[in-house]
């Protein structure tokens, strides 16, 4: 049975696909356009009660939160695709670490940047240019941390592609593209060694065709 | 040897303690006092480049961002203490969902009110009363829906005690303590009830007698 994953065009679905990609899981985008709403209808909301996409159903079992469901698949296809969680406990203990830091660190101001930046003529509001500006300052003091750690470790939790660096993905293709800010990647030697090799991943390749990113 | 937990009185520290009393690890707790800036320490910023707390030390293994602890202990100690991650894959997975639900539903609106409210003062600045009631509104709305799941399970991810559930213990206990807002929880009969069972566990009374929650 196909996986149905309900989603738009936007970050978070892609996390989820991407990870599925990896794991040669075949599925179904069945879509969800909140720009009509769609994520507040009465049968939706028995899926996901916040409103929120991605929501997958796989058989009779439903889940949603991005980030729960790219865990779900990375533990219960273990042995296939592309391990994404490391060999061993510690190792996916890192995993679990800069997963952690993506979702609390990182994604945080370049969310509100998106938002800005690429929505805000959609949503109906003119950008705050300091906003922008003091997110930018943020993301830039992460960025550099993860300078530091790129330049002892080829990805995120160690020298293995995992699901933290797999989590970027889809928020950092907005930043190299339609934000128009890749010198924020490019001015860091390892982050932009990192970058380049994670998003010409055959998976991500594939996703980030999606108009969206265009 | 002892696990170390670098941490302050705060509640991500006491995520990670409840976790570790759960699991029957012994820890002894290194003081970082924020107030005095110890967490900017160049000392302490090599063991977290963010600043953030609590960071553990496990022999030569350190790891840091709570929740990615609470996990690393929970699968490193499955058969010791507490199951906290369900029996199956799939309870695991909602497991997974509920602790993402608490990381990006439910803690932010709740973080601001208890910095607004309790720690204000500390920080020199007057408390937003507009803030501080629209996150009020945005948490009810958040509980509405722990109502509706907390009548179909006995707790979040099932009806077996978890990590989902644990994770909300440090700020709730905030709500319902120093912020005066027990009614939040009281007036919804199934998270009352759900409050009651988790708050009163042995782990957690040991902990939240910690002169903070007083």
Known sequence: MVVKVYGSDYASAKRVMVCLAEKNIQYELI????TKGENKDPVYLK????????????????????RAIIRYYAEKYKSQGTELFGKTIEERGLVEQWLEVEAHNFQPPLYTMVIQILFSSKMGFTPDQNLIQECEEKLAKVLDIYEERLS???YLAGDFFSLADLSH?????YLVGKCEKEYMIKNRKHVSAWWDDISNRPS????RELPLYK
């Open 47 to 66: 899926l996901q009660p916040f409103g929120s996409t991605p929501v997958i159903q796989d058989g009779d079992y439903t889940l949603y939160e991005s």
């Open 31 to 34: 879509p969800v356009d909140i």
């Open 204 to 207: 991500w390749k594939k996703i």
């Open 152 to 154: 002892t470790s080829k």
């Open 169 to 173: 993905l889809p928020f950092t293709q």
